[in-house]
């Protein structure tokens, strides 16, 4: 059964810092990379940042260059996201999910990505 587990989010004020994690289990190797997503309140989900599962690369939006950082354990096991320098407007649930698509080869869409579970919250207050 495959799982993609979200956790650490939580509330911080704006400045602060959270690294939210991806626990993955029971992903075929048809799936190359991990992203991370985030929904606002009466906003579409967005793409964050991906990374490969099979090499070093890695995305980002550009709203959040300079300042979040994916990672991943050398086993693959465990996606993380780290958030420096939050703002207000990072306020929503982030999401874990897999794609069979190569991290930067395309835009991160939505529908490209499978595999998503309930997020976690994360609040930056000002």
């Known amino acids: 059964q495959v799982q993609l587990v979200e956790s650490g989010g939580g509330s911080v004020h704006a400045g602060g810092f959270l690294r939210l994690s991806c626990a993955v289990s029971g992903l075929t190797s048809d799936y190359v990379a991990i992203g991370w997503f985030r929904q606002a309140p009466g906003r579409d989900r967005e793409g964050v940042a991906c990374?490969?599962?099979?090499?070093?690369?890695?995305d980002y939006a550009d709203s959040v260059k300079d300042r979040f950082t994916i990672s991943r354990d050398n086993a693959g096991n465990t996606v993380y996201l780290q958030m420096n320098r939050l703002k207000p407007d990072d306020t929503a649930v982030y999401y874990c999910?897999?794609?069979?698509?190569?991290?930067?080869?395309?835009?991160?869409?939505?529908?490209?990505?499978?595999?998503w579970r309930q997020g976690t919250q994360v609040t930056v207050s000002s």
């Open positions: 999910a897999a794609t069979e698509y190569e991290c930067g080869d395309y835009h991160m869409e939505e529908f490209l990505y499978d595999y």
């Open positions: 990374i490969s599962r099979t090499d070093d690369k890695t």
